[in-house]
């Protein structure tokens, strides 16, 4: 992708700043769905600038600040979107296609890393929280919530396309309006559950709990054929 540090996200961030600085411009909770999917809509407009998943990355937003990290996030999910594109190819080379699958691969992990690291964030802020009576855990974390939301903002600008391309049928771009429509009431739902969430949390209502990532197949010490190679 061009962007050798996103495989190690935590350390790209922890030179001098502390990643409660990195969201120190952030005290309305209101704001976070808003501003999240705004950032999200610049960054997918920004790669299809180029329409090129070996575009490198160039984030408009300083290090210290939320929108960088959302940036970050959905042009990793940007690319992926395109990569799995591609890898649909009937006509693809089987070389290629395993390259782009290790590609695939790849950026899942980044994907999952940052996801991690924008809970961490949300674990700290509600650290001091007094937990009330009762209260009961989400079935997802706040950064699960923002991940849903990036793809959602990718589903929507992608159906838009389809809904006014002009050499398309028009009961081909009729259906794609239908689903365009059903997208952005989902965009609404979802947008106000996060703000909801992070109500909750902040209340005490609800609490996090955050699970870290089990994943097995890019662990050359748990996927048998990895490990089994290092014989």
Known sequence: MGYSTITKISSFYSHDKSIKSIFVTLTNKDMFSKLAYSVFEQSIKDYHQFDNVDQPIN??????KFEHLLY?????????????DIIRDPQIDPVAALTLKRRIDASNQERTDMV??????FLQKYSDVK????AKINSESPAWAFDRLSILALKIYHMQEEATRAEASQEHRDKCQEKLNILLEQRTD??????DLLTDIENGDKFMKVY???K?????????????NKK
Request: hydrophobic letters at 30%; glycine letters at 2%.
């Open 59 to 64: 984030n408009p937003y300083p290090k210290d």
């Open 72 to 84: 970050l996030k959905n042009w990793i999910d940007t690319v992926q979107w395109h990569f799995e």
């Open 116 to 121: 991690e690291y924008i809970d961490s964030y």
């Open 131 to 134: 937990v009330k009576d009762g």
């Open 190 to 195: 979802l947008s106000t559950a996060i703000d």
């Open 212 to 214: 870290k990532q089990m």
């Open 216 to 228: 097995m197949y890019n662990d050359d010490e748990l996927n048998p054929v990895l490990y089994q």
